[in-house]
């Protein structure tokens, strides 16, 4: 074996650091080109990003916020044409640059926490014709996240990855509940599991037995689970957000159970399989809602959305049938068909040729669909 000597390894880190700065300043570079087009079609000297979602966006997953139950961050980002600024009090600024964007070329500035300033850096650089993305009576407001896509290839790689390591987790949590368990335990432990993986827990609902019947959006509680339960979970890393379902059943899985399900599953194959670049998503809902009808459940779709466009946030917007807008490669979207006691929903990205899976994991029970000659598999309910 050969043995790297110290100096040679520090070598290595430091050009292997470099290339890593390389590869995010491209990212940067390239959407920095999104936000010059940006300004020109608006007639805009710059825009103001204090949105959580749009400074991960920007930055290539960094983040600018402080408390988890915010939109807006604690620091701002102000794009020229010709400069990029990191705007942040003092308090947040020095942690800011150590750790998030100190290896950034971006021009940074700070002023006193006790002394609002930011308006006057800003209008002080760019002048009065400014964009943001916060409701602000200073400047002109703006929205920027239709420029969240196409994802590039370093976005997708990263979402790759938190897909396959949330669907990990989902898996290992699943398979260790127990009869008994409260729905809030299990919440705890999935999200100390995510956490350890610097994966931040976005959304978790929890329903055991009646409680899958009663409510689409259950929050867990200190019910115990006798029979049934399912996982719903939205998880955030590096700014991306993955979303996917799973349900488990103890003992014999009743029949109607099985019929729903298969249904559900089946109406996601067709989501899926019909998510591809070119087509309107009214299309791709109409299509779905023919699958409802078809299994014999097609007033399901009133009782919850099914999903939407989904990437820097849970999503975008809701799918529906007049919706107009196309589909485009390199977009991520979250459908997630229900009926009444289950649910099927995955996370997939657009290809040339169709979507991609990136929150399925091969150890979960999977169900094969045939749709339109294709085979799609969705996550089966794991019995225990």
Same mark, same amino acid.
């Given at each position: 074996?050969?043995?790297? &000597?110290?100096?040679?390894?520090?070598?290595?880190?430091?050009?292997?650091?470099?290339?890593?700065?390389?590869?995010?300043?491209?990212?940067?570079?390239?959407?920095?080109?999104?936000?010059?087009?940006?300004?020109?079609?608006?007639?805009?000297?710059?825009?103001?990003?204090?949105?959580?979602?749009?400074?991960?966006?920007?930055?290539?997953?960094?983040?600018?916020?402080?408390?988890?139950?915010?939109? +807006?961050?604690?620091?701002?980002?102000?794009?020229?044409?010709?400069?990029?600024?990191?705007?942040?009090?003092? +308090?947040?600024?020095?942690?800011?640059?150590?750790?998030?964007?100190?290896?950034?070329?971006?021009?940074?500035?700070?002023?006193?926490?006790?002394?609002?300033?930011?308006?006057?850096?800003?209008?002080?650089?760019? $002048?009065?014709?400014?964009?943001?993305?916060?409701?602000?009576?200073?400047?002109?407001?703006?929205? =920027?996240?239709?420029?969240?896509?196409?994802?590039?290839?370093?976005?997708?790689?990263?979402?790759?990855?938190? &897909?396959?390591?949330?669907?990990?987790?989902?898996?290992?949590?699943?398979?260790? +509940?127990?009869?008994?368990?409260?729905?809030?335990?299990?919440?705890?432990?999935?999200?100390?599991?995510?956490?350890?993986?610097?994966?931040?827990?976005?959304? =978790?609902?929890?329903?055991?037995?009646?409680?899958?019947?009663?409510?689409?959006?259950?929050?867990?509680?200190?019910?115990?689970?006798?029979?049934?339960?399912?996982?719903?979970?939205?998880?955030?890393?590096? &700014?991306?957000?993955?979303?996917?379902?799973?349900?488990? %059943?103890?003992?014999? =899985?009743?029949?109607?159970?099985?019929?729903? %399900?298969?249904?559900v599953c089946k109406v996601d194959a067709c989501f899926i399989n019909e998510t591809i670049p070119g087509k309107?998503?009214?299309?791709?809902?109409?299509?779905?809602?023919?699958?409802?009808?078809?299994?014999?459940?097609?007033?399901?779709?009133?009782? %919850?959305?099914? $999903?939407?466009?989904?990437?820097?946030?849970?999503?975008?917007?809701?799918?529906?049938?007049?919706?107009?807008?196309?589909?485009?490669?390199?977009?991520?979207?979250?459908?997630?068909?229900?009926?009444?006691?289950?649910?099927?929903?995955?996370?997939?990205?657009?290809?040339? =040729?169709?979507?991609?899976?990136?929150?399925?994991?091969?150890?979960?029970?999977?169900?094969? +669909?045939?749709?339109?000659?294709?085979?799609?598999?969705?996550?089966?309910?794991?019995?225990?």
């Amino acid at each position: 074996m050969k043995i790297i &000597g110290h100096w040679s390894y520090q070598f290595l880190l430091k050009n292997l650091w470099n290339d890593f700065i390389k590869k995010m300043n491209r990212e940067i570079e390239i959407k920095w080109e999104r936000i010059k087009k940006f300004l020109k079609e608006n007639n805009l000297n710059g825009v103001l990003l204090n949105k959580v979602a749009n400074f991960a966006w920007f930055t290539g997953g960094k983040s600018n916020f402080v408390s988890l139950h915010t939109e +807006i961050g604690a620091s701002s980002l102000l794009i020229t044409n010709k400069k990029i600024y990191f705007i942040s009090n003092n +308090i947040e600024f020095p942690r800011m640059i150590k750790e998030e964007i100190g290896n950034f070329n971006f021009e940074n500035i700070s002023f006193p926490w006790y002394q609002d300033k930011m308006k006057a850096v800003v209008k002080k650089i760019a $002048g009065d014709k400014v964009g943001s993305d916060k409701p602000d009576r200073e400047f002109i407001p703006v929205s =920027i996240e239709n420029l969240h896509f196409p994802l590039l290839e370093e976005e997708i790689k990263r979402y790759k990855q938190l &897909g396959k390591e949330s669907s990990t987790i989902m898996t290992e949590i699943c398979k260790n +509940i127990r009869q008994g368990d409260k729905e809030i335990e299990i919440a705890g432990k999935l999200s100390k599991r995510l956490w350890e993986l610097k994966i931040i827990p976005v959304v =978790i609902l929890i329903a055991g037995d009646e409680r899958i019947k009663n409510f689409r959006h259950p929050l867990p509680t200190s019910k115990k689970i006798k029979k049934h339960v399912m996982v719903v979970l939205c998880a955030k890393r590096d &700014g991306l957000i993955v979303s996917l379902t799973r349900i488990v %059943h103890f003992g014999k =899985i009743p029949k109607n159970l099985k019929n729903k %399900h298969f249904a559900v599953c089946k109406v996601d194959a067709c989501f899926i399989n019909e998510t591809i670049p070119g087509k309107k998503i009214g299309e791709v809902f109409g299509n779905a809602l023919e699958i409802y009808k078809e299994t014999g459940y097609k007033n399901e779709w009133k009782l %919850h959305h099914q $999903g939407g466009l989904t990437g820097y946030l849970t999503r975008y917007y809701k799918g529906y049938k007049n919706l107009n807008i196309i589909i485009e490669e390199n977009q991520a979207f979250a459908w997630n068909p229900s009926i009444t006691g289950t649910k099927s929903e995955d996370t997939i990205i657009t290809t040339k =040729i169709g979507s991609e899976i990136i929150s399925e994991d091969k150890n979960w029970p999977m169900i094969e +669909i045939k749709y339109k000659n294709k085979t799609v598999l969705r996550p089966d309910i794991l019995q225990m």
